[in-house]
């Protein structure tokens, strides 16, 4: 305790204070023997109407001896101030390691929302480098793994962007760094020789490298890559406490980095599979004008239960072989059971002019797989003789085709038969239709007619309607009539659910031009 009086003389002090400021002795000016934010303190309270006791005015606080206090005035009745230093230094420390903590929980909190907010892989390792930049270091790069003998490097300098860069360089020529990147613990950043940095880790106008801190980016199962941090020469070296908080972020982004590099293998793996279960697309050959279209359920969704194929004739004057079908369900396994039937029958083609036989082996195949599921498909062998198309069509279950006449006629084709995939045996019967120019045999999946819609939103789209739609597609090219119906079931839809729905269009063109092959086109065969 200091106990002085209105024009700054020391009057008092205990043994404590005398210990903590030996030249305060009474007499002496306070502004002379004690620290200045005290004196200010002394200075800064009212001639009059001074604090009558502990806790009426603010405290002041400082540093005497490299500890922290707080001075708490207090009036006397002489009129008198007594101030109460109070070692403030471990609350002090406590809070500001407090604040710290809360600091960096934020910061983690903000770095695992941003790193998962995407899945993809280059934009996490942007993420990486510029918030380890701007939060723990003057710069910061962000390592992959080494691909095609270059390394994968993001580099972002404090305050700057990203950059990525492919780098020839051997990642054990940097001590740390080769381990890192391998999954083994971090090296401290004590036993890394600033020095020993080779150009290309160190960004364009850094200057001199002060310390570094090298951390793995822990991955599930495999390492993720590493990350660098650099400090300039003029600031203080990274601490202890520091590279423990750096290895608590590159958990999170070496966790967020193997789930955006999975994500990509799969992604790229699935691409690859629904390439192999998309519809075709159709090119221009002589003879035949084919059009088909494939709607999947949802918009997410790139294949589901539908699909169609077309088998060009392997000699020129035999017949195509244009197959549609419906697997039970939707979704991804409707697309695998979906793949199997296409393959089986792809492998089939030597006997596609036998349909009852090729049926039967698909449900044999179908019968003795572990699907649960059945199919409806039609089979339709095309040929061109002269200016017409003959058409052999047979269906297993399935819509039977509709032909379009020259006249706007639109005609069942006779033919019926059993489910794929859920009897013994199937039977099916074949009819037979030919084709004059300008007419048209539509083939379709009953996501078409059973499209629910209209005013009321619960009306099927039904066999009929489409009958009169089709009516009006007399003479137009098969294109042309696969966006008519696309198009009517859409609107007819509007934004409701709707199963799978395609539609495959065999013409016979109006004009013939011998031996014409054009280019491909998206979604016809035309001559």
């Not at 080494?146 to 990525?164: E, Y």
């Not at 850094?206 to 003029?234: K, Y």
Request: glycine share 10%; with cysteine.
């Amino acid at each position: 305790m200091l106990v002085a009086d209105a024009q700054g003389t020391l009057v008092q002090r205990n043994d404590a204070a005398g210990a903590l400021l030996p030249a305060a002795r009474p007499g002496t000016r306070l502004v002379d023997v004690v620290p200045d934010w005290l004196a200010h303190g002394h200075r800064s309270l009212p001639p009059h109407g001074r604090p009558a006791g502990p806790g009426a005015a603010a405290p002041h606080s400082g540093v005497i001896d490299g500890r922290r206090f707080e001075a708490h005035p207090s009036l006397r009745d002489d009129g008198t101030v007594a101030w109460w230093l109070v070692d403030d230094t471990d609350h002090q420390l406590a809070r500001e390691a407090l604040h710290r903590e809360r600091e960096r929980t934020a910061f983690l909190a903000e770095a695992s929302s941003a790193l998962l907010s995407t899945l993809n892989l280059e934009r996490c390792m942007d993420v990486t480098a510029q918030m380890a930049a701007e939060n723990l270091a003057d710069a910061a790069l962000a390592i992959a793994p080494t691909r095609a003998r270059r390394l994968p490097v993001v580099t972002c300098l404090r305050g700057g962007t990203p950059t990525l860069a492919h780098l020839p360089v051997d990642p054990d020529d940097v001590p740390g760094l080769g381990e890192a990147l391998r999954g083994f613990p971090p090296v401290p950043s004590r036993w890394i020789d600033p020095v020993s940095a080779p150009p290309w880790l160190v960004p364009e106008g850094f200057g001199p490298v002060g310390s570094i801190v090298i951390t793995p980016l822990p991955g599930h199962g495999v390492p993720a890559g590493a990350l660098v941090l650099l400090r300039r020469a003029e600031k203080a070296a990274f601490t202890d406490e520091e590279e423990v908080f750096a290895r608590l972020f590159a958990a999170r982004s070496g966790a967020a980095l193997s789930a955006a590099r999975l994500y990509a293998e799969q992604t790229a793996i699935t691409d690859v599979l629904m390439r192999e279960l998309l519809p075709p697309t159709l090119h221009r050959i002589s003879g035949m004008d084919l059009a088909g279209s494939y709607r999947p359920s949802a918009d997410h969704e790139r294949v589901g239960g539908d699909f169609y194929d077309v088998h060009p004739a392997a000699v020129n004057g035999e017949a195509v072989l244009v197959t549609i079908g419906d697997v039970c369900g939707k979704g991804l396994e409707a697309a695998v059971l979906t793949g199997k039937i296409r393959n089986t029958l792809h492998a089939l083609l030597p006997m596609a002019d036998d349909h009852q036989r090729m049926l039967g082996l698909l449900n044999t195949a179908l019968l003795t797989s572990h699907h649960a599921r059945f199919a409806t498909l039609v089979l339709a062998s095309a040929v061109r003789r002269g200016d017409a198309v003959d058409l052999r069509l047979t269906s297993g279950g399935h819509p039977a085709p509709l032909i379009v006449r020259a006249d706007g006629t639109v005609e069942e084709a006779d033919t019926h038969g059993t489910l794929v995939g859920a009897l013994p045996t199937v039977t099916a019967r074949t009819a037979a239709v030919s084709l004059a120019p300008g007419e048209s045999c539509v083939l379709y999946t009953d996501g078409i007619t059973e499209a629910r819609g209209g005013p009321m939103g619960d009306v099927q789209f039904g066999e009929e309607r489409l009958r009169r739609a089709l009516a009006g597609c007399a003479g137009m090219p098969s294109a042309g009539i696969v966006e008519h119906v696309q198009m009517l079931a859409a609107q007819w839809l509007g934004t409701r659910h709707h199963d799978d729905m395609a539609v495959v269009v065999i013409s016979a063109p109006r004009t013939h031009r011998p031996g014409a092959v054009d280019e491909p086109a998206r979604g016809s065969l035309t001559p």
